[in-house]
C-alpha cells in the first residue's frame, strides 16, 4: 500500500481481555517498529522487526505484550489480560532499513481503551 | 543513550507571525535528526530530516530546521504560521539501539491563534 496500515484504528475493551492490533507496513520495508504513546508518557519503543531476524523485544514493558511478523510483512502486537494502563495509542512505523538516515514512516495508529 | 529534549510544552503564536518550535540533542557521533508532526487524532508525519551537509533543512508545509552543531540544536522553523499549523511536534534522533530506532523528545505543542 501507500502508507503503513493499522488496525483497528479504535478498539475498547474490558479489563482482562486479550486484543490483537495489527500493521501492514509500506511494501518492500524491511524494518517494522511498534511504539506506544500514552497520555502524559511521550512515545515509547516496543519492538523491532528486521526481515526475519528475531526481533528486538527490549521495549515491551510486561510479558503480557508480544509480537510477531509473520513472512517479513504483516506484524500483529498482542496485548493478554489487557489492563487500564494499557490505554494508549500504538504506532506502528516502517522503513526500508540499513542506513540510518532513511526516513522511518508512521501509521495512524491504533487507539486502544481499556474500562 | 541518544538523546533529544524539548524545552517548551507549548508556544504560542499569531498567525502571520513567525515561529520556532525548539530541539536540543545529545548523541555520540553523527546526529541523524527528524521532525515529526501529530494532528488531533492522527498518527505521526514526517515532516523534515538532517543526515549531512546544508545546516537548513526545509522539509513539508513550509517548515524548515536549522542544525547547529555548536548548540546542539535543531529548532524548527516557519517564517509565517497558519491556524492549520496548529499541532503536536515531535524532534527525534535515530538512535544505535534496536534497528536504529527513533527515539523523540517529549513533544511541543503548538498554537497558532488567529
Known amino acids: 500500500g501507500a502508507g503503513v496500515s493499522q488496525s483497528p484504528s479504535n478498539k475498547v475493551t474490558e479489563k482482562g481481555k486479550d486484543v490483537e492490533l495489527r500493521c501492514d507496513p509500506i511494501?518492500?520495508?524491511?524494518?517494522l517498529y511498534w511504539y506506544r504513546q500514552s497520555l502524559g508518557q511521550g512515545l515509547e519503543f516496543l519492538i523491532y522487526?528486521?526481515?526475519?531476524?528475531?526481533?528486538?523485544k527490549s521495549g515491551l514493558p510486561s510479558d503480557r505484550f508480544s509480537a510477531e511478523r509473520t513472512g517479513g510483512s504483516v506484524s500483529t502486537l498482542t496485548i493478554q489480560r489487557t489492563q487500564q494502563e494499557d490505554s494508549a495509542v500504538y504506532l506502528c512505523?516502517?522503513?526500508?532499513?540499513?542506513?540510518?538516515?532513511?526516513?522511518?514512516?508512521f501509521g495512524e495508529g491504533s487507539w486502544l481503551t481499556v474500562v | 543513550a541518544q538523546s533529544v529534549a524539548q524545552p517548551e510544552d507549548q508556544v504560542n503564536v499569531a498567525e502571520g507571525n513567525p515561529l520556532t518550535v525548539k530541539c536540543t540533542y545529545s548523541?555520540?557521533?553523527?546526529?541523524?535528526l527528524f521532525w515529526y508532526v501529530q494532528y488531533p487524532n492522527r498518527g505521526l508525519q514526517f515532516l523534515l530530516k538532517?543526515?549531512?551537509?546544508?545546516?537548513l533543512v526545509k522539509g513539508s508545509y513550509g517548515f524548515e530546521a536549522e542544525f547547529n552543531k555548536s548548540q546542539t540544536s535543531f529548532h524548527l522553523k516557519k517564517p509565517s504560521a497558519l491556524v492549520s499549523d496548529s499541532a503536536l511536534y515531535f524532534c527525534a534522533v535515530r538512535d544505535w539501539r534496536a534497528g536504529n530506532m527513533l527515539t523523540f523528545g517529549g513533544g511541543t505543542r503548538l498554537m497558532v491563534k488567529p
Open positions: 511494501s518492500g520495508h524491511t524494518a
Open positions: 548523541v555520540s557521533g553523527n546526529p541523524y
Open positions: 538532517y543526515i549531512t551537509g546544508d545546516n
Open positions: 522487526f528486521q526481515g526475519n531476524s528475531a526481533p528486538d
Open positions: 512505523a516502517s522503513t526500508s532499513g540499513g542506513s540510518s538516515g532513511n526516513t522511518i514512516y
